[in-house]
């Protein structure tokens, strides 16, 4: 590729267009829409990461809490999907994170939920909730509340960090 060319492309990049969220929950579904049935059921705003790379990224503008499921059982390995890591590579959508929910299956024993705990540990914010599967009623219950007392302004975790 010419240099020409290249600084192109990078300027193309550098200008992309972006989907700004205020959402206080931000979740990840891939196309058989288990977790976004679950997230349907807390009926509250929440914005779905993009499945495809050719939709424009999502890009946190106030802070949130994630909710991803966990994919595969290889002892943990693929447990990210790709479309989270981009998601987590923009650094607004790092510094705004303020807590993980993680869906997962517990035959995957000692890596249920692996994908959680471990964005959870890398960025530095707590596991809030897991749950097993698409989830119970007493799940979407749990979470619900959850989250309205995490986002209670006088909770710690409402603040800026």
Same mark, same amino acid.
């Given at each position: 590729? +010419?240099? $020409?060319?290249?600084?192109?492309?990078?300027?193309?990049?550098?200008?992309?267009?972006?989907?700004?969220?205020? +959402?206080?929950?931000?979740? *990840?579904? +891939?196309?058989?829409?288990? $977790?976004?049935? *679950?997230?349907?059921?807390?009926?509250?705003?929440?914005?779905?990461? %993009?499945?495809?790379?050719?939709?424009?990224?999502?890009?946190?503008?106030?802070?949130?809490?994630?909710?991803?499921? $966990?994919?595969?059982?290889?002892?943990?390995?693929?447990?990210?999907?790709?479309?989270?890591?981009?998601?987590?590579?923009?650094?607004?959508?790092?510094?705004?994170?303020?807590?993980?929910?993680?869906?997962?299956?517990?035959? *995957?024993?000692?890596?249920?939920?692996?994908?959680?705990?471990?964005?959870?540990?890398?960025?530095?914010? %707590?596991?809030?909730?897991? *749950?097993?599967?698409?989830?119970?009623?007493?799940?979407?219950?749990?979470?619900?509340?959850?989250?309205?007392?995490?986002?209670?302004?006088?909770? %710690?975790?409402?603040?800026?960090?």
């Amino acid at each position: 590729m +010419s240099p $020409t060319a290249l600084a192109d492309k990078q300027n193309a990049e550098a200008h992309e267009s972006v989907n700004l969220t205020k +959402s206080q929950l931000i979740y *990840f579904s +891939s196309v058989s829409e288990n $977790t976004k049935r *679950f997230v349907d059921k807390l009926e509250m705003n929440a914005a779905r990461i %993009p499945v495809f790379a050719t939709e424009p990224p999502l890009i946190s503008a106030a802070p949130y809490v994630l909710l991803i499921p $966990t994919y595969g059982g290889e002892r943990g390995k693929h447990s990210i999907v790709p479309q989270i890591m981009k998601f987590l590579r923009y650094d607004e959508n790092r510094v705004n994170l303020r807590g993980v929910i993680g869906a997962g299956n517990t035959n *995957f024993g000692e890596y249920y939920c692996i994908a959680a705990k471990r964005i959870a540990q890398k960025c530095n914010v %707590p596991v809030l909730y897991t *749950f097993e599967l698409m989830g119970t009623s007493e799940d979407v219950l749990k979470v619900k509340e959850g989250l309205e007392t995490f986002w209670t302004p006088a909770s %710690p975790n409402w603040q800026e960090r």
